[in-house]
């Protein structure tokens, strides 16, 4: 379980660490591990999102791709049974961002060791809330599985501090309210509060909504552990670029 965490740290030394986010199946399906294994090259976390229908935290981009992976057919089984079936040896720790609905479709009985076979080291769900995620992250802490948790500007801070200790893996900073795909302005007052947010949490602390470009990474270095590339990533794959120079370009000198 302490992967995820010894991963940012391990990365920390050298600036932020980056986790990167990707659609699975996304922009084809027969494609996916060879991007999958370009971003987990060149990142130090990958975050691989799978496609729901009607999700509550994407913006448009995130949005578009996850519709074009449903249409090809693209669910959380077959990206257990792809992962499972790649040989592994991604160099970056993989987690799976799924909102809850695909998870009690799978089953939470059979998901954590479906998800230990793939190779999965943590889970992040955005529509389970701290008050309901007991079974979830019992059943995923007895395969050696973090879940990771959300904290947002607007929580209060008795709130943050209960978040942070329950989080495995890293605490999930968001940098605004709203939904992804936004550029992040990150005024004074979201980087105090991301500095008392890292100050207070037990594992790494990773911001994310909006990060977008270098300066942005540069300006979050003090203040966090690492940050959270989503939409960007997804529309550099979307017109073909190349994802890991892309991401090795967000890479900034230490805080």
């Given at each position: 379980?302490n992967?995820?965490a010894d991963?940012?740290r391990?990365?920390?030394?050298?600036?932020?660490?980056?986790?990167?986010?990707?659609?699975?199946?996304?922009?084809?399906?027969?494609?996916?591990l060879?991007?999958?294994?370009a971003?987990?090259?060149?990142a130090?976390?990958?975050?691989?999102?799978?496609?729901?229908?009607?999700?509550?935290a994407?913006?448009l981009t995130?949005q578009?791709?996850?519709?074009?992976?449903?249409?090809?057919?693209?669910?959380l089984?077959w990206?257990?049974?792809t992962?499972?079936g790649?040989?592994?040896?991604?160099k970056?720790?993989?987690?799976l961002m799924?909102?809850?609905?695909p998870?009690?479709?799978?089953?939470?009985?059979?998901?954590?060791?479906a998800a230990?076979?793939?190779?999965?080291a943590?889970?992040?769900?955005p529509?389970?809330p701290?008050?309901?995620c007991d079974?979830?992250k019992?059943?995923?802490?007895?395969?050696?599985?973090?879940?990771v948790q959300?904290?947002?500007p607007?929580?209060?801070?008795a709130?943050?501090?209960?978040?942070?200790?329950?989080s495995g893996?890293f605490?999930?900073?968001?940098?605004?309210?709203?939904v992804t795909?936004?550029?992040?302005?990150l005024p004074?007052?979201t980087l105090?509060?991301?500095?008392?947010?890292?100050?207070?949490s037990?594992?790494p602390v990773?911001?994310?909504?909006?990060?977008?470009?270098?300066g942005?990474?540069?300006?979050?270095a003090?203040?966090?552990?690492?940050v959270?590339?989503g939409?960007?990533?997804?529309?550099?794959?979307?017109?073909g670029?190349?994802?890991?120079?892309?991401?090795?370009?967000?890479?900034?000198?230490p805080g």
């Amino acid at each position: 379980m302490n992967r995820i965490a010894d991963a940012i740290r391990q990365a920390r030394s050298d600036g932020p660490a980056i986790v990167a986010y990707l659609t699975a199946g996304y922009p084809r399906r027969d494609a996916f591990l060879a991007t999958l294994r370009a971003v987990a090259a060149a990142a130090d976390v990958v975050e691989i999102g799978v496609p729901f229908s009607d999700p509550m935290a994407d913006g448009l981009t995130i949005q578009r791709s996850s519709r074009i992976a449903l249409e090809q057919g693209v669910t959380l089984a077959w990206l257990l049974e792809t992962l499972s079936g790649s040989g592994g040896g991604f160099k970056a720790p993989l987690l799976l961002m799924s909102y809850l609905n695909p998870l009690l479709a799978f089953g939470l009985d059979a998901l954590p060791a479906a998800a230990r076979r793939a190779g999965i080291a943590g889970f992040i769900v955005p529509d389970l809330p701290l008050e309901e995620c007991d079974d979830l992250k019992g059943a995923l802490a007895h395969e050696g599985i973090a879940l990771v948790q959300f904290v947002a500007p607007t929580t209060p801070a008795a709130r943050a501090a209960r978040l942070c200790a329950a989080s495995g893996g890293f605490v999930y900073a968001l940098t605004m309210n709203g939904v992804t795909g936004k550029d992040a302005a990150l005024p004074e007052a979201t980087l105090a509060w991301l500095a008392g947010l890292r100050a207070m949490s037990p594992v790494p602390v990773c911001a994310g909504f909006g990060i977008r470009k270098a300066g942005q990474v540069a300006r979050l270095a003090s203040q966090v552990d690492g940050v959270i590339v989503g939409s960007a990533l997804v529309e550099v794959i979307e017109r073909g670029e190349d994802p890991g120079a892309f991401l090795r370009g967000l890479r900034v000198s230490p805080g």
